[in-house]
């Protein structure tokens, strides 16, 4: 083989390397970029949840629904992102990313679940079955604190790995 052949071999695999680093760079730009909006969707939608919860508990049941009907909006909606981070990008995220993934979204679908239990407590409570009602909400309330186990998990890997989160 000659040497001039070798210089273009060496120089398409430079830079085919030099593409997939800077692939992998923009892949984690774009999840760094796409968090703090999704962030900014789980912190509404827990102010909307406990707005929710102390319509609720005021009888003001229409705007209570109104309430948790936008958090479980913003709950889904965050999921939704992430759930389409963590497959588009999974070959690019590191260890940490992805435990920070998982938390997440585990810390969501809890939340959806107790926005869906909240919600079926004001209907109970609305119509006067307040013993169904209150397992309803007893039942949003349980789901919620276990949802902070997830929640604290996420924040301590922040807290751990801060060069990873920009």
């Keep these: 083989m000659s040497s001039y052949s070798k210089l273009i071999i060496f120089i398409a695999v430079l830079i085919l ?10 892949s984690i730009d774009n999840i760094n970029k796409s968090m703090p909006e999704i962030s900014e969707s789980i912190v509404q939608a827990d102010k ?12 003001n049941y229409e705007e209570a629904r109104v309430k948790a009907i936008s958090a479980g909006d913003n709950y889904n909606n965050s999921l939704k992102q992430l759930q389409v981070i963590r497959d588009k990008f999974d070959n690019d995220l590191n260890d940490v990313h992805k ?7 585990t ?4 939340k959806i679940k107790a926005v869906d239990e909240l919600k079926q407590a004001i209907d109970y409570l609305q119509d006067y079955y307040n013993y169904t009602g209150s397992s309803h909400a007893t039942e949003a309330n349980d789901l919620i604190y276990s949802s902070l186990e997830y929640q604290q998990q996420r924040n301590q ?3 751990e790995n801060p060069e990873l989160f920009i």
């Design 17 to 26: 390397v030099s593409l997939a680093i800077v692939m992998i760079d923009s």
């Design 107 to 110: 810390e969501l679908e809890l």
């Design 157 to 159: 890997i922040i807290q």
């Design 99 to 105: 435990e920070y993934m998982d938390a997440t979204i």
């Design 48 to 59: 909307e949840y406990n707005e929710s919860v102390d319509l609720l508990n005021d009888k």
